[in-house]
């Protein structure tokens, strides 16, 4: 059951209401610093490695091999969220998946506010799945949403979406495999500008998205 368990996960009709969120997308778009299949794909794949990579990649290969720190990894997340939209991404969707994961057979555990990292680790731990493809799973659910967010703002073509899949995409095995060996001394979140538009997003007068 491993494979149809990674694919559920993964899937965009997880109900998580992650089809709501850009992540700072919808705002680097009314900026202009997204307008075309090019400038999308080279903002996705700079969050992707500057703060995906970097921060929430390692942190969920860590809940996942050292499950009894997972309440201290999510309060962790939290705090580093950088603006009030994007800790409300993350708690929504953790709230919503632990919700789903109960109606499933998985008990709740951990800290009553939960990240969608934390909730995403208890449901590999509790399907026993591979700590490895189940990261690349998620990295992937995020990478789809980042491009479903792009063919809906930018707006960008179908084609275009896949070929920015398709680019990105083969990144996401070595980020899985550099996130379970990187310290955590080397952990960081560095993308000053992602924050800037996040904020900004927040009283964006138009918008599709909630973050």
């Known amino acids: 059951m491993s494979l149809p368990r990674l694919l559920q996960l993964a899937s965009p009709a997880l109900p998580t209401g992650a089809y709501s969120y850009s992540q700072g997308l919808e705002a680097a778009v009314e900026a202009g610093f997204v307008s075309d299949a090019a400038s999308a794909q080279r ?13 929430e990649a390692p942190l969920l290969a860590r809940m996942m091999s050292e ?21 409300a991404e993350t708690a929504q969707m953790g709230h919503s998946l632990r919700l789903l994961l109960a109606a499933l057979g998985v008990p709740a555990a951990g800290a009553e506010e939960c990240s969608y990292p934390a909730a995403f680790a208890q449901a590999a731990l509790a399907w026993k799945l591979d700590p490895r493809q189940a990261l690349v799973a998620y990295l992937w659910s995020w990478l789809e949403n980042q491009v479903m967010a792009a063919i809906k703002a930018v707006p960008l073509g179908q084609t275009d979406g896949q070929r920015i899949l398709s680019a990105l995409g083969g990144r996401l095995p070595a980020i899985a495999e550099e996130a379970f060996a990187r310290c955590e001394d080397k952990w960081c979140n560095f993308a000053p500008g992602l924050a800037l538009l996040s904020a900004r997003h927040e009283t964006q007068y138009s918008r599709l998205f909630r973050s």
């Open 43 to 55: 903002w996705i794949g700079d969050v992707l490695e500057l703060t995906v990579a970097s921060l």
């Open 67 to 87: 499950p009894a720190r997972i309440d201290e990894l999510n309060a962790l997340f939290l705090a580093m969220r950088e603006t009030a939209e994007l800790r």
